[in-house]
C-alpha cells in the first residue's frame, strides 16, 4: 500500500533519481493494488482485463510530476480506449475510470454519458472529477459541473473527462492499508457500470 514515503517521492530533484525512487517505492505497490483490482472488476466485467505502468520513456530532462497505471481489455495499451487508473500526485492518490488524449468515439461517449447525466450523480458523494490528466486539479462532483465537463469532452478536441475518488496524503486511510484497499475496490465498483456504458 501507499505510504507517507510514496509521496516524498516527488521531491526527489533530478530525472534519473526520481525514476529510480518510483521504480522502487511506487511501482510495487501499483502493482500489488493492481493485481487486485484487475481481479475484482474481471469476475464483474466478465472479462480479460491488462495491468499498464506508466514508465516515463518519452522524459529526457524532466522529471514526472506525477505517475499512474492503467487497466484496461486491450494488452498492447489503454489510452485508445476507457481505462481505469491508479495514480499518485505528491498531494494524493487518484482513483479513476479515464477518457483522455482524444481517443476515438469519444464524442458518441461524452453523449451516452450525458443522456445518463443523472445517474452520475448517484456516485458515492465524494466523487471528483478531472478533466486534464496533466493537471492535479479536481473538483467533486455537482450535476451543473458533470454536465459542463462531458459537454466539453464532446465539444472540444482536447477535452478529456476522469471521475472517481481520491484519497489525499494526510488521509487516516493511509494508516489503515486493508480499509485503504478496500475504498480503493469500491471506487472502481462503483465506476463499473458507466465503464460499461462506454462499450460500443
Known amino acids: 500500500m501507499f505510504t507517507q514515503e ?10 534519473d533519481e526520481r525514476m529510480s525512487a518510483i521504480r522502487e517505492e511506487i511501482q510495487p505497490v501499483f502493482k500489488t493494488i493492481d493485481e487486485k483490482i484487475k481481479k475484482d472488476l474481471e469476475e464483474k466485467l466478465r472479462e480479460t482485463l491488462y495491468i ?3 514508465q516515463h520513456r518519452r ?18 495499451g489503454y489510452k485508445m480506449e476507457p481505462h481505469f487508473q491508479l495514480g499518485i500526485w505528491p498531494e494524493y492518490v487518484f482513483m479513476y475510470l479515464s477518457i483522455i488524449d482524444n481517443l476515438p ?7 451516452q454519458l450525458l443522456h445518463h447525466n443523472l445517474l452520475l450523480t448517484q456516485l458515492p458523494e465524494d466523487t471528483v472529477i478531472n478533466t486534464d490528466h496533466t ?3 479536481y473538483e467533486l462532483v455537482v450535476e451543473t459541473n458533470i454536465k459542463h465537463a462531458l459537454e466539453r469532452l464532446k465539444n472540444v478536441k482536447k477535452g478529456e473527462f476522469q471521475i472517481g475518488r481520491v484519497i489525499k496524503k494526510e488521509s487516516e486511510l493511509w494508516n489503515e492499508p486493508e480499509k485503504a484497499m478496500e475504498y480503493m475496490l469500491a471506487t472502481y465498483r462503483s465506476l463499473i457500470p458507466y465503464y460499461e456504458l462506454l462499450q460500443f
Not at 487497466?71 to 498492447?76: E, F, G, Q
Open 52 to 54: 499498464h505502468i506508466a
Open 105 to 111: 468515439k469519444k464524442e458518441q461517449m461524452a453523449q
Open 59 to 76: 522524459r529526457s530532462v524532466y522529471p514526472p510530476e506525477n505517475t499512474w497505471s492503467a487497466i484496461s481489455s486491450k494488452k498492447s
Open 6 to 15: 510514496s509521496f516524498k517521492v516527488f521531491e526527489i530533484t533530478g530525472l
Open 135 to 137: 493537471k492535479d486539479h
